[in-house]
Each structure stands twice: as C-alpha cells, then as structure tokens.
C-alpha cells in the first residue's frame, strides 16, 4: 500500500470553508493596504503641509495629538456599538468613508485650524471603524487560524504605509513644496480611499454575514474575563515601552548616525521589515495554538526580544550606527507582534460576541499607554537618553511577563 492509499483524505467541506475564509481576509487585506495608502500618504505630508500654510510648533503637536485622541479615546464606544449592533459592516464601511471625504478636502483647507479639523473628522472615523474591522477579521480565525489571519492584514497594511508617503514625495517632487502640490497629493489619496470603499462593498456582497466563517462558540457574553484584563495590563506596558518613530529619529538625526533624507527611508525599511515579521509571527502563533495554548507565549517571546531596541537606538551615533539598524530591526519586530498577533490573541481568548467591545477597550488601553509613555520616554530623554533607553527596556520586559502570566489566569470561555 503506498502512502497515497493511507494519506487521511481531505474533507471538502473543511477545504471550502477554509478557502472562504482565506479569501475573506485577504480581501479586507487589500482594504487595509488601500486604506493605509491613502492615510500613511496623508501623515506623511501633514508636517510640511503645516508649514506651508504657516502653523507653528505647538500647532502641528496641537493636530496631532488631537487627532490621536480622538482616534483611540472614542474605540471603546464604537467596539460597544459594533457588539450591540451587530452591524459590523455599516460601521466599518462609515469609518473608511470618512478617508474619501477628509483628506481630499485637505486641498481647500487653507488654514491650520481647518487641517485640525480635516484630521480630527480622520480619526473619528479610524474610531469608529477599528474595532469592528478587527472584529471581522476574527471571524475568519477559526478556520485559517487567528495569527494568520491578522498578519496577512498587517504585511497588507504595511505595503500600503510603504506605497504611501512615496506617492506624496513622487506628487510633490513634480508640483513642488507648495499649497498647491500638497493640494494635489490630497486629490490623488482620493483614489486608493475610494478603491477602499469599492473593495469593502464587494466584500460584504460576497460576506453580508461574516460570522458565518466562525465556527467556534459564541460563549457567554456579559463579562470580559480574567484572562482577557490581565492581558491588558501587559498591553499597557509595552505600549509604554514601545517609542514612536519621531522620538526614535529625532535621536538619529540629532546624533548623526542618519540625515533628514535618510529617515524616511529608513522608516520605509522598519515596514518592510513589520511586514514580513508579521507572517512569521502569525505561522509561529498559529502552531503554538494548535498545541493546546492561548498563544501569549509567543507574543510575550517578540515582546521580550525587542526589549533591546531602545538601548541599542539610544546608544548609537555616528560612530556606531550598526547599533541603530539592529535596534531599527528589533523595534520593527516588536511593534509588528503588537499589531499582529498581538490582536489575535484577542480572538483567541474572548468570545465572538464580545470582540467588538474587547477591541475598542484594548485600544483605548494602547491608545491611553502609548500617549503617557511618549511623554515619559521624551521627558527622559530630555535628561539623559540612558534613563530613557532603561525605562522603555524595562516596561517591555514587565509586559511580556503580564502577558505571559495571561496565559495561567482563568478562563470564562474558549473563544477560537
């Protein structure tokens, strides 16, 4: 008898459900990349845009932490709705819609309040549609597996905030630094927003109801476990551990390790390399799932191996910039993890009907963390860039311990 005759067949039925599952993620994958496209576009010219039209220091910080805050402050109350609702589709549909109407108008803003106001109305609808766009994607976890599925998203994103800011700086190299080449950057991220709403459309033609791809049980609703609230507490820690890019290139352009030019370009290699750590983190995720475990190991392990990002970034300078690129590389590994399987340990461990809130809370508490650790870390380097490099090492060292110890705290439901 060959090994073809004993080989166990394939059911069918698992195959398709399987393959729809795949498809479905790789459709709001394409969303994602889209989306960013247009959003990392818009973020990349905003600083200069500012500029242009006049707006002091305090102005471009004012922008942009406003629209931060409303960007993560207001995740919870949509993540609520999304579970209430159940319209995932309406609200993720609502949220991208915002990205056709804000940015573009970007191009007739004329003034710096006007902006505050083009990327506050942004950011309101990364709010609203965050969470139940997460909450999509974990559906499809039980048959292709929840770190697969979110970093199929991830690396799709990723090229997306790659494509980005290189089609404002191609835009703005042929109209030049002006109003009216920031204008037309803006007009031209219309068309990947509006390629975002397309794709969406389609998406929810061919999966009106897409918690017909979860297979797992609904599990009680009502309370987010022990599990789930330690997990938490850990997200907080890295998030205050993990830096900013802007804190993280100022020290290079101040130190001289990179010029102005270079920055953007190693950012655009930090992606790329998000991008493909990503997928080797879902494939990692998804095997320690299929042992029986929730998975946080493997958060915890990427977490704890970036915890030498800071001192090695903080540490470097003209003489050493080796030092840079391998604390580049680690931060980039970290910070992938958090966005990756970071999110599907959610789907892993929390029942699909409460995902959407459990979404919109661990996002507030990444929003809320990372906030209050920028300024920490800023304020450290301030003084004395070590302090700085010991407290972002020593808060990811305490988070991927917590989330570890996630592992061991009481279930209240198997979720996927």
């Not at 707006?55 to 402050?73: D, H, K, N, Q, R």
């Not at 109407?101 to 109305?121: C, N, T």
């Not at 109209?175 to 709403?197: D, K, M, N």
């Not at 820690?237 to 001289?256: E, F, M, N, R, S």
Request: proline letters at 4%.
């Amino acid at each position: 008898m060959t090994q073809a005759d004993t080989a166990k067949p394939v059911d069918p039925g698992k195959a398709a459900a399987h393959a729809r599952a795949r498809h479905f993620v790789i459709l709001l994958g394409w969303v994602s990349l889209f989306a960013d496209l247009c959003y990392e576009g818009m973020r990349g010219a905003l600083g200069g845009y500012l500029a242009v039209l006049g707006a002091s220091a305090t102005a471009v910080g004012l922008v942009a932490g406003t629209g931060e805050a409303i960007g993560y402050g207001l995740r919870y109350v949509s993540g609520a709705l999304a579970d209430r609702t159940q319209r995932y589709w309406g609200l993720t549909i609502a949220g991208y819609a915002t990205n056709l109407v804000a940015v573009p108008l970007l191009a007739l803003a004329g003034s710096w309040p006007m902006v505050a106001v083009l990327v506050g109305l942004e950011r309101l609808g990364k709010a609203v549609r965050s969470p139940a766009k997460s909450t999509l994607t974990s559906f499809a976890a039980s048959d292709l597996g929840a770190g697969k599925a979110f970093a199929i998203n991830e690396a799709m994103d990723q090229i997306g905030g790659l494509a980005g800011p290189l089609v404002v700086a191609g835009i703005l190299a042929w109209r030049g630094e002006t109003v009216s080449g920031y204008a037309w950057a803006f007009c031209v991220l219309a068309i990947p927003a509006a390629i975002t709403i397309a794709v969406l459309l389609r998406a929810r033609r061919l999966y009106p109801d897409p918690r017909s791809l979860d297979t797992s049980s609904p599990g009680d609703k009502g309370a987010l476990g022990p599990r789930y609230k330690l997990y938490l507490v850990g997200v907080a820690l890295v998030a205050i551990g993990l830096a900013d890019w802007p804190l993280l290139a100022y020290h290079l352009q101040k130190t001289h390790v990179l010029s102005g030019q270079w920055l953007p370009v190693a950012y655009s290699a930090a992606m790329a390399v998000d991008g493909v750590a990503a997928l080797v983190a879902g494939n990692l995720f998804d095997r320690d799932r299929a042992r029986g475990r929730t998975g946080a190991g493997i958060v915890a392990a990427f977490v704890l191996g970036g915890a030498a990002y800071a001192p090695l970034v903080l540490a470097s300078s003209g003489d050493a910039p080796y030092l840079a690129i391998a604390g580049i590389a680690l931060w980039s590994i970290t910070r992938s993890a958090t966005e990756s399987i970071g999110k599907a340990l959610i789907a892993a461990i929390v029942p699909r009907g409460e995902r959407g809130r459990a979404y919109g809370l661990y996002y507030l508490v990444w929003g809320i963390a990372w906030w209050g650790g920028s300024l920490l870390l800023g304020a450290l380097y301030d003084r004395d860039r070590t302090f700085a490099s010991v407290a972002a090492a020593s808060a990811l060292v305490a988070g991927a311990v917590v989330v570890a110890l996630s592992s061991r705290a009481r279930a209240t439901t198997t979720a996927v």
